[in-house]
């Protein structure tokens, strides 16, 4: 079997098992309020962004809201963001790969903030300029797996040296998308999550 | 906002199913094959589909997006791999690479991919343009409500934020905070309250959005479905003739009539091979016949 096609199977399983487990959990309406609020933010930021090749805060903006909300819901909001932002801006074979990327950048900053308390700007950007590089790399393995062969280190090394301007660009975006806005996100978020938050209290004598 | 504009023509009457089982079929035979022949039989039927549904100019725009992608797809091939034997070019001795030996074979093999990368992103392109994504994403409602529900909801919040940014910039504007002049530092610090506020906005709406949700009965019990697509004939013949494409291509791929080999010397071609390319080719532009019997026609018209 082709490992293009190989790498699209496993890709659409673990897009699926996420979203499986997204179904099966108890969801409220504010919380698919929110999550669709953000992806459509998120998707909004690249394309008011979209002239400036790789520099777009929707990696930010997906990090902030896993990070507060957690990685459930960062990797929502993350793969719904690349889809949605795509009905404006076009889909293509990257559509997948922007959805799961997106998603797991979600997932890490949630789960950074599982090991931190309160939000550590320092963490957080280091996290997202990783994030710049990750990014590339996971995009990366469709186009070498489709379109080259034979598939050993020298064209693997080449491929991913090609993307490594690009990567560059959209880490030092994330950097200073981070450093501008994380700490004023951080808490408007954290205060949303407190408002949305009900604890019902069954007994009360 | 959406770039899915209807346009008169068959391939926006059809099923979404159809379209899309159209769409991922050529899609999937374009990552099997890696026959140059049978690449080209997918391209013409891409391109045939293209031209039926009217978007020939935003398929150039694709086009010439895939260009930056074909460029890396040359150089890795050709500098990068040694494979080939016939020498075309003897280029000089780089530290860690050894002596640049471009190849025939190499070339040919990019040609090859780039023809793969144009099917695939002609694929993509007709889904963009000529797909209701609504009715896409309505298809999967029954698999994963939340998720389609989430997805719906957020494409509908897009216009809305736009116009929620547009509206929180003029009044910043009118306080005469200065958005487009000034340093970039100046700038970036400016646009920090307009972020801020459109993040509060956007909050606040999501607020009147789960309201809404709660009112008419989110969650209240199981989901019903209405579906207002209807499967007519021409979706019966487009489906047909994707199945037998399908059943065509992987039965070509499993004896391995659609591979082609490149290093370390390029094969002639087989005449049965490409008599098999073609007459898939012949079932993949299915559609685009259709399309043209459509206009000529009324009574086949109304008849499918």
């Known amino acids: ?205 | 906002m959406l770039i899915y504009k209807k346009k008169d023509s068959l391939i926006y009457e059809l099923h979404p199913v159809t379209t899309v089982s159209f769409i991922a079929a050529i899609t999937l035979l374009a990552l099997i094959f890696s026959h140059p022949v049978y690449l080209l039989g997918l391209l013409l039927a891409v391109g045939m589909a293209v031209a039926a549904a009217e978007i020939t100019r935003e398929w150039f725009y694709y086009l010439r997006f895939s260009l930056g992608m074909m460029a890396v797809i040359i150089i890795v091939n050709t500098i990068f791999v040694q494979a080939g034997t016939t020498v075309v070019f003897s280029g000089p001795r780089i530290p860690g690479l050894g002596r640049v030996k471009v190849t025939m074979e190499a070339l040919l093999f990019s040609i090859a991919m780039g023809i793969r990368l144009v099917v695939a992103m002609s694929a993509f392109c007709l889904y963009t343009y000529a797909v209701n994504p609504d009715k896409v994403l309505k298809l999967f409602g029954r698999f994963g409500n939340r998720s389609i529900l989430t997805a719906i909801m957020a494409a509908r919040l897009f216009p809305l934020m736009i116009k929620d940014f547009k509206r929180i910039v003029e009044v910043y504007r009118c306080r005469g905070v200065k958005l487009n002049t000034g340093s970039w530092l100046q700038r970036s610090k400016n646009i920090l309250p307009v972020m801020n506020v459109l993040l509060l906005s956007c909050l606040e709406r999501s607020f009147q959005l789960a309201e809404s949700l709660w009112i008419k009965g989110y969650g209240s019990g199981k989901r019903t479905f209405y579906n207002r697509d209807l499967w007519r004939p021409r979706d019966f013949i487009v489906v047909f003739s994707v199945l037998i494409s399908l059943i065509i291509g992987i039965w070509a791929a499993i004896k391995g009539w659609a591979s082609y080999t490149y290093y370390p010397r390029v094969e002639s071609f087989n005449l049965g091979e490409i008599k098999l390319a073609v007459f898939l080719t012949f079932i993949l532009i299915v559609p685009a016949v259709l399309n043209w019997g459509w206009k000529r026609w009324p009574l086949l018209k109304s008849k499918i």
């Open chain 1, 1 to 205: 079997m082709s490992w293009a096609v190989l790498s699209m199977i496993i890709l659409g399983f673990a897009l699926l098992s996420f979203f499986w487990r997204f179904e099966k959990r108890d969801v409220s309406p504010k919380e698919i309020a929110l999550i669709s609020t953000m992806a459509s933010m998120a998707a909004i930021s690249r394309v008011l962004f979209a002239a400036i090749m790789n520099v777009q805060p929707t990696t930010f903006v997906v990090m902030i809201t896993g990070y507060v909300f957690g990685p459930h819901t960062g990797f929502v909001v993350g793969a719904i963001a690349a889809l949605v932002s795509n009905f404006f801006l076009g889909q293509g074979p990257w559509t997948p790969w922007q959805m799961f990327s997106w998603g797991m950048c979600g997932v890490s900053a949630g789960l950074l903030a599982g090991i931190q308390k309160g939000f550590k700007p320092g963490r957080f950007t280091v996290l997202a300029g990783l994030w710049g590089y990750v990014f590339g790399w996971i995009m990366n393995i469709w186009h070498w797996t489709a379109f080259v062969y034979p598939l050993n280190w020298k064209t693997f090394v080449a491929t991913y040296a090609a993307s490594f301007p690009f990567d560059t660009l959209h880490a030092a975006g994330n950097v200073v998308f981070a450093l501008i806005f994380g700490q004023s996100f951080y808490y408007t978020l954290s205060r949303f999550r407190k408002k949305i938050s009900v604890k019902y209290i069954d007994d009360l004598s």
